[in-house]
């Protein structure tokens, strides 16, 4: 990993900023060399960890960011003025259940989304998201099984948890049974599920 990188992820573990478990970041550096996507939308920036990791597995990537803490905005733009990549990140500040619309009314089309958002409103999006995604694009949403409380069988541990564990199985059900879509759920880091569109006749 790029040392610049080890720092970032160092920083943002020692402050309690969330940012991608190393068996999801190894996913999307392979997904995204493979894939070379022209575009990748990400829901939830933070200080921009995951869309460095992203950028630098393919050097014609551009990504466009929504994130809604100022705080983490300026450290992301401190780190990929750092990293070079400035030129290919587009930072949208906002609510992204409030910019994600105005994205659609623009017609703009990704080849990858990246969610990692805020888990509770994961539902809400679905039918602002999948207009966004090109029919052979991908969409891949971290943490969807939630430390296992999801479908492992792990017990909720705390109140506070309940909404985010419900709205999580609600959004693989509604995924899963959408004939339109086929959606793999994987067991890599806290769990991922990864959406492509099928061909329409």
Not at 119 to 129: C, F, P, Q, R, T
Request: with cysteine; glycine share 6%.
């Amino acid at each position: 990993m790029n040392e610049y990188l080890r720092q970032m992820e160092h920083y943002a573990r020692e402050n309690k900023i969330p940012v991608i478990l190393p068996p999801t970041q190894d996913y999307l550096k392979k997904l995204v060399a493979i894939k070379k996507p022209n575009t990748i939308l990400e829901i939830g920036m933070a200080i921009g960890f995951s869309a460095s990791c992203m950028l630098l597995s393919c050097d014609t990537t551009k990504v466009v960011d929504i994130e809604a803490s100022l705080p983490n905005i300026a450290l992301a733009r401190q780190n990929f003025e750092a990293l070079g990549l400035s030129d290919r990140v587009e930072i949208i500040e906002g609510d992204c259940t409030l910019e994600l619309p105005k994205m659609v009314q623009q017609g703009r089309q990704f080849d990858m989304i990246f969610l990692d958002g805020p888990k509770g409103k994961y539902v809400e999006m679905i039918d602002m998201l999948l207009p966004l995604l090109s029919q052979n694009g991908v969409w891949v949403t971290d943490n969807v099984l939630f430390r296992g409380m999801v479908r492992g069988g792990a017990p909720i541990t705390f109140p506070r948890y309940e909404h985010t564990v419900a709205t999580l199985r609600r959004f693989l059900e509604i995924l899963e049974n959408d004939s339109t879509l086929d959606t793999q759920v994987l067991n890599i880091g806290d769990g991922l599920a990864v959406v492509t569109k099928k061909e329409t006749k």
